[in-house]
């Protein structure tokens, strides 16, 4: 149990410390292309901080625990909009733009196109194939946004940091790719045991110890965003993650191997999903900022999900 315990934290330090590499890495690459921040909080933010999600995930259903792989999908979902953001809240408010409404909406329906794919499930290669063409579809409109930021305004620098060199991104992004899948095996590998030790289901564990974990990135990421004033950074890196959750870290496992879905999450935790998912909408559909107060709510409604859960 103790090494089981030390390969969680070891996996969970390393997802860390490598996801923030990479994210580091990407984001001054792509400022300095002159991409608008919240294009780049949906694309290479959200994308670079999922990657410790598409690892688990993959990992768990090479090795036989596919509720592993969906729990951490959609636990992370939770986790991103409750934690994530509910946490940066109590330390500063997170402005909220309505310009997100359009991602808002993106990102409802990469849920609802999941949750029915969910009941007509296992997931397997047909919907695999369905979610990362919702995925590419997303891509390409993000892509069409950025060229026509491109083509009418001055490239923006800001946030991007001048000291770093293109051998010091480049030695980012590839430090990232190598400690990511290092940590996922060391992270999939403990929980499991552990999961088996305790007699707990790999669904719960999930969503719970793995989704957190490896929603750790978003957190560190939006956290600093919020310290910056950077709306876009932090609103686009949960919704860009969410919808990457969905469409493309679930699309890819499936083409790996079938993943069954658990009565409990048909009946339970996808429901959860969308609901949170959809409280975000009164934040972004309003513009209201989040605060303290409705960080301490957010909070405190992810700690009565993980007391149901147990």
Known sequence: MMIDLLMVAGGLV???VAGDALVKGAVNLSLRLGVPALIVGLTVVAFGTSAPELLVSVDAVLNNAPALALGNVIGSNIA?????LGIPALISVVPVSRELTHDFLVMMGAALLFIALAWVGPFGWMHGLALLAGLAAMLWNSYRRAQAHRASAEPDLEGADASISGLKIALFLIGGLIGLPVGANLLVSGATSIATALGVSEAVIGLTLVAVGT???ELATTIAAAFRKEAGVAMGNVIGSNIFNLLGIIGIASLVGPLPVPEQML???LWVM???SALLGLFVLTGRS???LAGVVLIALYGAYL???F
């Open 215 to 217: 929603s750790l990135p």
């Open 80 to 84: 991103n909009i409750l934690l994530v």
């Open 14 to 16: 390393l997802l860390v």
């Open 274 to 276: 969308l609901a949170v």
């Open 307 to 309: 007391v149901s859960l």
């Open 267 to 269: 009946n339970v935790d």
């Open 290 to 292: 989040i605060g303290k």
